[in-house]
């Protein structure tokens, strides 16, 4: 009762502030467009903001031609573009002006080419200011230009794991694989890049991209083409935004604050709904193996302290055995004998309080009944001969299922309902989504450049929709990576794809930070990671220390899950050791402690759009400096998260925004005031976190450093596997340059011989 009662208050205090927020006093609503008497310059602006700023010499509209060319492996794509054409449109016309509409008309100064532009507002939502642009004949590149300050910061993106700010970078817009180190200099990179065509990726590369971005003039500006598209802003006086084929529409707003402009962005994208409440009783233990070893993962967990509020067994569906190792049997049905009476145990442990997750993807194996049965229905994405597309995830071949094909689409969802929803999931991760191919061919009949970015968005349409049809958004998750615009209107929980063990900071546990930052502001607010991460190579593994810091942050967002990695023999588990267990246990019951907390954010931003993890900028608009860090966070707006991402440190630098703020660090009790950057202790289960003296929340705060004592035996990471692994490395090295000594001699003994000859 006292739960519902909160809840109700929480809905009364939210809708007043709300309501406070839209009457407070605005600048006058609409575009306002300025040409100068001779025509040769226009501005146009929006709420008071400058966004276009056009003269012969910085024209705001070109257009041109091109011919792009994509090759996929495994999801990355090499994308080569080539220009043919660039046009300037220097003259302009306003053919039409007014409030709510004006029309400009962009041209050569022979008029060739020509561009209408519309401003339009919508007078009746009292938001929604958008840009539309025609594309002239011919012509199949469109180059925006919008109009920036030099010190402004832009932000968005989509999910961004390398730069939170995006002034001095570029940004492609394709849904694809983040690559396996995403560091040009580094060797792992160029490695993978060599033998997965790209696969080690790039600062740019994203599961996520998406056209929106938010400006430190608190305003956003979200482009609705699902083309391929690049949004640079390298410049110091515009940003200039290409886009391929039709540039569809701009939308952009204003807010008085950055809250008002998430709420704002969020109304016209889509909000996610709260997580069901079982989540906040624990960790998702990532475990797998079949029955008899998951269940005795939970009972060993339990006995270590640890609070496990669901098992998620990705191998539901069985393995498959590949030149590659173990895989998951891609048919999405219940493997039987590898879990037996599967049913039976979902039951008894959801009346213990612990549920069951599994794991699914669009893609079908081809020796599978399923991908027999989609086949003989041409319910597959389908190849320019008609027959279904095939391709390569690694050691065995699958077929897509076309969600353009309506029946195609009703036919998986009905497989997903009968195989996992009536079996009594309570949620699954629904993976990838973006391994589209340029010369797929849909049922649709769009092109399969269209349909590529929007094919993550159908995907979690489709996920959205058999949890609501079967009357189960309050009991049942979800989690994906891949999306594009529109995903915020379907996707209930993001997580950040396939990170790598180690402290990269491009692809390591730096890197979720700015991704969950860049995707809050780009209007999705639920985001978590793998804890441990998920990459292992030969010369990139997974210790203890690495383990427990990805574990330790995971503490203060809004879920827990943990991941066994794609090499589970060769990673250091939670189930490791019962040392580890145990010190796991600490930061999963920590969760728990702090879960009305969560709950109240994820709440709010269920309602109103405002992301759980905030940039320190949302809370301290006056603090220069917060504009700049990326790699801490404010966790609502009580708690400030500055992550250990480094090995083998045990000190810690944070940056306290706010002059007048009052900060208190979490496990000492000491006072800072703000608008200076301290260092503190960390070792490992002790992260950087500070709370606000004033918050209300404080008594709960207090509490964490005696109801959670820091367990003091965790010997140094490199006692532990660290030197077993060192050794390991050693002797692949060793191999690879005798290998390489043998086969230099083979060539040239045979070289010899030749010459003898």
């Excluded at 794509?77 to 300037?88: A, C, G, R, S």
């Excluded at 959801?350 to 989609?374: D, Q, T, W």
């Excluded at 145990?582 to 759009?609: C, D, P, W």
Aim: glycine share 8%; net charge negative.
């Amino acid at each position: 009762m006292r739960g519902v009662f909160q809840h109700v208050l929480l809905i009364l205090i939210l809708t007043l502030a709300a309501s406070n927020l839209s009457a407070e006093p605005q600048t006058e609503r609409g575009f306002k467009v300025t040409q100068s008497t001779d025509g040769s310059s226009l501005e146009v602006t929006f709420d008071g903001l400058t966004i276009m700023h056009h003269d012969r010499e910085h024209p705001a509209i070109s257009v041109g031609s091109g011919v792009t060319t994509f090759k996929e492996t495994y999801g990355n794509f090499l994308i080569t573009d080539n220009v043919l054409e660039k046009v300037d449109l220097v003259n302009v016309e306003v053919e039409q002006k007014g409030k709510n509409k004006h029309v400009l008309t962009f041209s050569t100064r022979e008029g060739t080419y020509k561009t209408k532009v519309m401003l339009s507002y919508d007078d009746e939502k009292g938001l929604d200011h958008v840009i539309a642009l025609s594309l002239p004949k011919d012509a199949n590149r469109t180059w925006v230009r919008l109009y920036a300050e030099k010190e402004e910061h832009v932000y968005g993106g989509g999910e961004q794991f390398s730069h939170f700010d995006l002034r001095g970078h570029s940004f492609p817009m394709w849904v694809r694989e983040q690559g396996v180190g995403r560091q040009s200099w580094d060797l792992i990179t160029h490695v993978v890049d060599q033998v997965h065509g790209g696969g080690g990726g790039n600062y740019h590369t994203t599961y996520w991209p998406q056209p929106t971005v938010v400006s430190s003039r608190r305003y956003f500006c979200h482009f609705t083409t699902n083309n391929y598209m690049v949004m640079d802003f390298d410049y110091p006086n515009h940003h200039e935004i290409q886009i391929w084929g039709d540039p569809g529409r701009i939308v952009l707003d204003s807010g008085h604050d950055f809250f008002d402009v998430s709420k704002k962005l969020s109304g016209v994208l889509g909000r996610q709904p709260p997580l069901p409440e079982w989540v906040y009783s624990g960790t998702i233990l990532g475990v797998q193996g079949g029955t008899d070893t998951v269940l005795e993962h939970l009972r060993q967990a339990e006995k270590n302290g640890v609070k496990v509020s669901a098992l998620w067994v990705q191998d539901w569906v069985g393995k498959y055995h590949t030149y590659m190792g173990k895989r998951l049997y891609w048919d999405w049905a219940w493997d039987k004998s590898w879990y037996p009476g599967l049913d039976n145990v979902i039951k008894e442990y959801k009346s213990k309080g612990v549920r069951f997750l599994s794991y699914i993807n669009p893609h079908l194996i081809v020796e599978g009944p399923m991908f027999k049965e989609a086949n003989l229905k041409g319910y597959l994405v389908a190849n320019s001969s008609g027959q279904s597309y095939l391709q390569d995830f690694g050691g065995f071949f699958c077929g897509t299922v076309d969600l353009t094909n309506l029946d195609a689409y009703q036919w998986f969802k009905d497989v997903m309902k009968r195989n996992m929803v009536d079996l009594g999931f309570a949620g699954w991760m629904a993976d990838f989504g973006e391994y589209l191919a340029t010369d797929m061919v849909y049922h649709s009949g769009e092109s399969a450049e269209t349909v590529h970015n929007l094919y993550p968005v159908l995907w979690a349409r489709l996920n959205r929709e058999v949890v609501e049809e079967a009357g189960k958004l309050d009991e049942i998750t979800i989690w994906m990576r891949a999306g594009y615009s529109g995903s915020e209107n379907y996707t209930l929980l993001s997580w950040a794809g396939d990170q790598t063990v180690d402290a990269r900071i491009h692809d390591g546990l730096a890197s979720v930070i700015p991704a969950a930052l860049s995707l809050a502001v780009s209007g999705f607010g639920l985001h978590h990671y793998d804890i441990g991460g998920y990459i292992t190579l030969p010369t990139i593994y997974r210790t203890e220390e690495v383990l427990l810091r990805y574990a330790e942050a995971a503490v203060f967002t809004p879920v827990m899950r943990t991941h066994e990695g794609n090499r589970p023999d060769d990673s250091w588990q939670v189930f490791s050791s019962a040392d580890t267990f145990r010190q796991f246990g600490r930061l999963t019951r920590m969760y728990v402690h702090l879960a009305g907390y969560i709950k109240r954010q994820v709440r709010e931003n269920s309602m109103l759009g405002i992301p759980v993890q905030r940039p320190l900028f949302y809370h301290y608009p006056d603090d220069r400096r917060a504009y700049s860090e990326q790699y801490q966070y404010m966790f609502g707006p009580d708690l400030l998260v500055a992550p250990v991402y480094h090995e083998e440190v045990d000190t810690w630098d944070a940056y306290l925004p706010g002059e007048t703020e009052e900060w208190v660090h979490l496990w000492t009790g000491e006072s800072y005031t703000g608008g200076q950057v301290v260092s503190v202790s960390a070792p490992v289960g002790e992260p950087p976190v500070f709370y606000r003296a004033a918050s209300t929340w404080a008594d709960v705060f207090r509490k964490i450093p005696t109801d959670f004592p820091r367990l003091r035996d965790v010997p140094p990471a490199t006692t532990r596997w660290g030197l077993l692994w060192h050794l390991r490395i050693a002797a692949v090295l060793s191999a690879g340059v005798v290998g390489s000594l043998l086969a230099c001699s083979c060539v040239l003994y045979r070289n010899r011989k030749r010459k003898t000859s």
